[in-house]
């Protein structure tokens, strides 16, 4: 099978205008990307949306150049969220869909996800075949002088989106009366987000809605909460919604202004469609960084927890495998995909909106699902070329935790595929003993990574 060396867990990704993020790279992912969708004699269609970023100007330009190139058309969105760019490359009956964002990443960083035409983000199959086009003679591909791409603006994208969210949300329900914080990071929900929950009925109170270009991300949105916890705490508000950079992710506030993570919204919806008929393969996908406490939870009320890697991909690919319909990370990519076809973070939102109406429950109490079990997740940046797991004192320190927590914890430590970081994750009932084992491997780590880490 071909390595994917562009591509990591979640697209392409890294520093605006800078190897690999150049104009002339994404010109060639482009021409690649149109040349592998284009397929038969109808017209060959492409959605492209984008967050907020200033670098997004200039991967989309790259990008439609070297797609009108090979032939296809291409319907510009303008900033919405990724799941809209999913679900409108399948309603446009497109041959591909792209997303120009890099998440929850500063505005400097930029990146760009592919979607196929059923909706779906890309196997790593088809990202390492467009890897090798992009290495191998795309100029023998390129359209005929009658046979170049054109494009357009879809004005309606964004509208479309928004009636699409509401639809999920219960038609017998209202928002009427509640009061919510929404704060969009300044990034690609910041008009999708407030406009939905206002039409749904809701009190709106609107954070991170002023994008310049460089301020996606900065101080607000799912990374940095601070503002939306205390907003709701001001405001009196019933709920706060705090999604990222390209909204496929959110973080709930309760009342009391407390963070409601990832592992406990699966939990909440898990529980409220099982008592509905409505959950598929008997459980809930999720990765191996979601907590142990939510598995022993499901576990209690005859629900599995089915765990992939890490990546929403990972997860969708899973679900889609085994039949659930309901799946996502702690981090807050909540998959639905009775509705979506990747995390979605507005929707996840109104699904946890939708069970505080018909309990008449405060969040504080709703969202406490489960107990969570002692957890500690830290980064350690390491520089160009280094690899510290593969360092023999790193993989005895980490033997040495394993051992010491035994079958009453666990250790999950894996390189980012997104960002230059060794993630490690320490679980266990022994919240002094988590802390120490995991400062020791970070310490191990950081050492072997050497002064580059810095």
């Known amino acids: 099978m071909t390595v994917r060396k562009l591509f990591g867990t979640d697209g392409v990704r890294g520093r605006a205008n800078k190897a690999p993020m150049t104009a002339e790279m994404t010109l060639k992912l482009g021409m690649a990307a149109g040349h592998y969708f284009r397929a038969g004699e109808r017209p060959h269609r492409v959605v492209i949306g984008k967050d907020t970023r200033l ?31 999913g679900m409108l490359t399948k309603s446009l009956r497109a041959d591909l869909g792209i997303m120009i964002s890099a998440s929850h990443n500063p505005f400097y960083d930029n990146g760009i996800k592919f979607f196929g035409p059923d909706g779906y983000k890309l196997s790593d199959e088809a990202e390492a075949k467009i890897e090798t086009l992009m290495a191998n003679g795309l100029e023998d591909h390129l359209a005929g002088d009658r046979d170049l791409g054109r494009i357009q603006r879809l004005e309606d994208g964004r509208a479309r989106y928004v009636e699409f969210a509401k639809s999920t949300f219960p038609k017998n329900l209202t928002l009427d009366g509640l009061k919510i914080v929404v704060d969009c990071a300044n990034g690609a929900a910041y008009r999708t987000a407030p406009d939905m929950l206002w039409e749904l009925g809701a009190e709106v109170v609107r954070i991170g809605v002023n994008p310049d270009g460089v301020n996606i991300n900065d101080g607000v949105g799912s990374t940095s909460p601070q503002k939306c916890q205390v907003a709701v705490i001001e405001n009196g508000a019933d709920l706060g919604i705090a999604l990222d950079g390209d909204a496929d992710r959110v973080h709930v506030i309760d009342e009391k202004g407390q963070i409601v993570d990832g592992d406990q919204v699966m939990a909440l919806i898990a529980e409220q469609w099982a008592m509905k008929g409505q959950l598929k393969g008997g459980g809930v996908v999720a990765t191996v960084m979601s907590n142990l406490g939510m598995e022993k939870h499901l576990e209690g009320r005859g629900l599995k927890l089915a765990r992939t890697k890490v990546g929403d ?139 580059a880490a810095a």
Do not use: W
Not at 315 to 323: L, T
Not at 347 to 364: D, F, N
């Open 313 to 451: 991909r990972y997860v969708v690919e899973e679900m889609r495998r085994s039949g659930f319909n309901l799946g996502g990370e702690q981090s807050g990519h909540i998959v639905l995909n009775d509705f979506t076809t990747t995390g979605d973070g507005a929707i996840a939102g109104l699904q946890v909106l939708a069970a505080l109406v018909e309990r008449q429950k405060p969040a504080s109490e709703l969202c406490r699902v489960f107990e969570p079990m002692p957890q500690l997740l830290k980064n350690v940046r390491f520089g160009a070329g280094a690899q510290p797991l593969e360092d023999a004192e790193v993989q005895k320190v980490i033997a040495a935790g394993e051992d010491k927590l035994g079958s009453k914890g666990r250790l999950v430590i894996r390189k980012s595929g997104t960002e230059p970081v060794i993630r490690v994750m320490g679980e266990g009932e022994d919240r002094l003993q988590v802390e120490t084992i995991v400062d020791e491997i970070c310490a191990a780590v950081a050492k072997a990574a050497g002064p």
């Open 55 to 85: 670098s997004g100007y200039m991967i989309e330009a790259s990008l439609m150049s070297g797609l009108v190139s090979m032939g296809m058309d291409v319907y510009l969105l303008g900033p919405v969220p990724t799941p809209a760019v």
